[in-house]
């Protein structure tokens, strides 16, 4: 048995701290809730979109990876990459995340777990 949780789990966990902190959250697609990957489409006041996910950094440790868009107000383009991800990988989840220092609490929740 791993030590990590479900996927399903850290996406509800990280849904409700964000709304707990007066950010917005919501979901964007449904993936394995067991062990799907989680694709956190970030922004701060309705601007400045990317993407962010967990994956093996360039020093080897384990860590948010990004992902922006050429032009950093277009959400048209980011809606595209993810809907093209989740073409690629039915099991993503995909949540946006609406909060002062997003990465803060995209890492504090699936990072540390």
Request: without cysteine; charged residues 25%; negative net charge.
């Amino acid at each position: 048995m791993s030590g990590r949780l479900p996927s399903g789990v850290l996406v509800s966990a990280i849904l409700r701290r964000v709304n707990d902190a007066g950010g917005m959250g919501m979901m964007l697609a449904k993936g394995d809730p067991q062990g799907g990957a989680i694709l956190i489409i970030a922004l701060e006041n309705n601007a400045n979109p990317r993407a962010l996910e967990r994956g093996i950094t360039s020093d080897g440790t384990v860590g948010l990876l990004r992902w922006t868009p050429r032009d950093m107000g277009d959400s048209a383009e980011v809606t595209a990459y993810w809907q093209r991800r989740r073409r690629n990988d039915p099991d993503l989840w995909v949540i946006e995340l609406d909060i002062p220092f997003v990465e803060r609490f995209a890492a504090e929740t699936i990072l540390d777990h």
